[in-house]
C-alpha cells in the first residue's frame, strides 16, 4: 500500500509537465492527452521494474530509475507513434522531469529525517 503513493505523486508529475508545457502551446484536454499518454505508458513500466526488484519507491535509486525509463521510454513511444521529439522538448522533459521525481523525493526524505526523534 505505501507504494501507491509515490506512484501517484510521480504519475501527477508526468500530468503537470504536459499541463505546464501545453499551456505555452494552446491549452486543451487532447493536447495534454496527446503530450502525457507516452510518459505515462512509460512511467508506469518503471514501476513494474521497480515493483519486481523490490524497491519501496522513496529513494534515489526509485527517482533514477523512474527519471530514466519516463524519459527514455515516454521519448520512444512519441516517435513511435509519429510525434516528434526535438531538441529543446527533449532538454525540457529531461530537466523537469529529473527535477520533479528527484525534488519529491529529496523533500520527502528532508521532512522524514526532521521528524524523527532525537
Known amino acids: 500500500m505505501k507504494r501507491v503513493v509515490p506512484i501517484i505523486v510521480d504519475l501527477v508529475c508526468v500530468l503537470v509537465f504536459a499541463i505546464t508545457g501545453r499551456a505555452s ?9 496527446s503530450t502525457a499518454w507516452p510518459f505515462l505508458v512509460a512511467c508506469l513500466a518503471a514501476w513494474a521494474a521497480i515493483i519486481l526488484v523490490k ?6 535509486r526509485e ?25 529543446a522538448f527533449v532538454m ?26 532525537a
Open 63 to 87: 527517482a533514477l530509475i523512474v527519471w530514466l525509463v519516463t524519459l527514455i521510454g515516454g521519448m520512444l513511444l512519441r516517435i513511435v507513434s509519429g510525434d516528434t521529439a526535438a531538441w
Open 25 to 33: 502551446h494552446g491549452l486543451d484536454a487532447t493536447g495534454v492527452l
Open 92 to 117: 525540457v522533459a529531461t530537466l523537469v522531469l529529473g527535477a520533479d521525481f528527484w525534488g519529491w523525493r529529496i523533500v520527502y526524505c528532508l521532512v522524514k529525517r526532521r521528524s524523527r526523534p
Open 55 to 60: 524497491l519501496k519507491g522513496f529513494g534515489w
